[in-house]
C-alpha cells in the first residue's frame, strides 16, 4: 500500500492498492475510486461489534475496498475543514481516539469502542464516557478539526488542555479532569469550570479547532426570527455568514 495527502484545509488521501490489498471505511466515507475495486459491505466483526462502534460516533456498517487486478486506488475526504494524520501502528499498538475520529486504515487494523471507566472525565471530559480506539497492525487515517500540534510527554510532563482540544492520545497517557481555580476564572476565562489533565509518559495530538466550536462561532451569524405557535425558524443567506461585520 502507498498513500499520498493532498490539500490544506479540506484534505483527501489517495490510497494506492495492489491486487489483493485492501483498506476499509465507514459506510459512505468513500470520495472516489479507479474501476478495478471491488466494493464489499458488512457490519465487520458482527452485529454487536457494529453497535459499539456507533456509540463511539462511527456508522453500523464498514465497506471494505480492494483491489482486483493491477494497482488500484481509493480515495476519501476530511467531512469538515482540518488534516488528515496517518499513524502507522506495529502489531498491538494503540491510539484513543475523539468520537468520529477515523477516516479509514487498512484491513488488519482494529477499530474498537473505548470505555473511560474514571467517573469525572466520563462527565466532564468533553467526549463522554465512550472514545475510539484504534489497534494495529497497519495504517490508519484519521480526521482531526483544525490544525494539529503533537507533543511528546515524558513521564511526569503534564499539559492542561480545553476538553475539546484533545483528539488523540496514547493508552499510557493519565487522562484525569482538573477544576479550574478562582471563582472569577470559573465564571469569565471563558474556560469554563473544568480543564483536562494528560500526564505522561505518552504521545498527545491536539487540535486547534474542534467542530463544535466552528459551529458555535457560525450560529452567532445566522439571524432567526419567530413565526407561527411560537416555532423558531432559522433563516439565512449563506453568502452573509461571510459579509457580516
Given at each position: 500500500?502507498?498513500y ?57 456498517f ?34 484513543i ?39 494495529g ?8 478539526d ?100
Open positions: 500500500m502507498k499520498q495527502i493532498y490539500g490544506t484545509t479540506l484534505q483527501t488521501v489517495d490510497i494506492q492498492l495492489a491486487a489483493g490489498e485492501s483498506v476499509y471505511t465507514e459506510s459512505g466515507g468513500m470520495a472516489w475510486m479507479s474501476g478495478n475495486m471491488k466494493m464489499d459491505t458488512s457490519t465487520k466483526g458482527g452485529l454487536l461489534k457494529g453497535i459499539g462502534r456507533m456509540l463511539s460516533g462511527e456508522g453500523l464498514f465497506t471494505n475496498y480492494t483491489c482486483e487486478a493491477g494497482i488500484g486506488v481509493v480515495t476519501f475526504a476530511t467531512e469538515f475543514p482540518g488534516k488528515i494524520i496517518p499513524l502507522k501502528l506495529a502489531k498491538d499498538q494503540s491510539v481516539c475523539q468520537k468520529d475520529a477515523f477516516l479509514c486504515a487498512q484491513e488488519g487494523v482494529q477499530l474498537d469502542m473505548h470505555f473511560r471507566k474514571q467517573l469525572g472525565t466520563g462527565i466532564f471530559g468533553g467526549e463522554g464516557f465512550i472514545m475510539q480506539k484504534v489497534t497492525p497497519g495504517v490508519a487515517f484519521m480526521e482531526i483544525g490544525e494539529v500540534t503533537e507533543y511528546d510527554l515524558k513521564e511526569g510532563q503534564t499539559l492542561q488542555v480545553d476538553t475539546g482540544h484533545i483528539a488523540l492520545f496514547e493508552p499510557t497517557i493519565k487522562y484525569d479532569i482538573t477544576r479550574v481555580k478562582g471563582f472569577k476564572n470559573m465564571l469569565f476565562s471563558g474556560e469554563g469550570v473544568f480543564l483536562a489533565t494528560l500526564s505522561g509518559p505518552g504521545k498527545v495530538w491536539l487540535q486547534s479547532m474542534p467542530i463544535k466550536n466552528l459551529a458555535n462561532k457560525i450560529l452567532k451569524y445566522l439571524p432567526h426570527n419567530t413565526q407561527g405557535g411560537g416555532k423558531t425558524q432559522g433563516i439565512f443567506n449563506v453568502a452573509d455568514i461571510f459579509t457580516r461585520q
